[in-house]
């Protein structure tokens, strides 16, 4: 090694368990509309949950993984991370109200040797290996959070009920997806404080004063929100990616 190189910035120097996911699978799933949470609609013959769960535990870069699940719904996510055999699943935690009571609720079960967490939502099943990837690397360089993120296609408009008040420029706005991923630090310092309505994880971030930089997105990361979601997404679980 060349003198004055250091052997390896402090993240890789992490042994086992330092990247803890956060899966947030907790919500009631309103807009979907079904008899159950959403976590737990079926995709392809398995709860919708399973499939970023599966994803998640084979993932190379994710050493543990702590589930939020919605209230009452914990023992059907503990049976189901056993039937996937996905033994990375440390802990399965009761959801809060909103999102990021979810989270916190989660953070509190990850371990103190985690150095960085990654959040991601139960809704956005076709998570990769390579959006993960891309989400570590700038947190191995000082970053304190990472949020994927997709250019805005369609021309946007402010309105008021149907009324079109102003076209806004797309000019600098990405619409952002998870997995999030920030340093375990700065996230447990982020949810230490009021966690009055943030729209996500990185938000809170933000506001405390970190460094948050974007890494591109995937248009597969699309959410499930309402039942033409569950179907799209249906449709390219069966396109390769
Ligand atoms: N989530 C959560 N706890 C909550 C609310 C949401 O863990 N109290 C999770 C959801 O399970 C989902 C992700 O956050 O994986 C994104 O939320 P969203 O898509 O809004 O899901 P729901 O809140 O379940 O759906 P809806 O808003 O239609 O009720
Ligand atoms: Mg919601």
Not at 43 to 65: K, Q
Not at 76 to 86: D, G, M, Q, V
Request: aromatic fraction near 2%; proline fraction near 7%; charge should be negative.
């Amino acid at each position: 090694m060349p003198e004055g190189t250091s052997a390896s910035t402090p993240l890789e120097e992490s042994t086992t368990d330092s990247t803890w996911a956060v899966l947030v699978a907790a919500g009631a799933g309103e807009r979907l509309g079904i008899d159950r949470p959403k976590a737990f609609a079926a995709l392809r013959g398995r709860p919708l949950l399973a499939e970023s769960l599966d994803r998640l535990d084979r993932c190379p870069w994710v050493d543990a993984i702590v589930v939020a699940a919605p209230p009452g719904w914990e023992e059907p996510a503990i049976l189901l991370s056993e039937e996937l055999a996905a033994g990375k699943v440390v802990s399965c935690v009761t959801g809060g109200t909103t999102r990021a009571e979810s989270v916190r609720n989660a953070l509190a079960d990850v371990g103190d040797e985690a150095l960085v967490v990654l959040v991601h939502d139960a809704a956005r099943p076709l998570l990769s290996d390579d959006v993960v990837e891309r989400v570590l690397a700038p947190l191995a360089e000082g970053y304190d959070g990472v949020v994927p993120a997709l250019s805005v296609p369609d021309t946007l408009k402010r309105v008021e009920g149907d009324r079109v008040l102003e076209t806004v420029s797309r000019d600098g706005l990405v619409s952002v997806q998870t997995p999030q991923g920030f340093l375990a630090s700065a996230l447990r310092r982020a949810f230490a404080g009021d966690l009055t309505d943030p729209t996500d994880c990185a938000s809170l971030v933000e506001q405390g004063g970190g460094r948050v930089v974007v890494v591109e997105g995937d248009p597969r990361l699309l959410k499930v929100t309402t039942p033409a979601d569950l179907a799209l997404v249906e449709s390219l679980l069966t396109t390769p990616g």
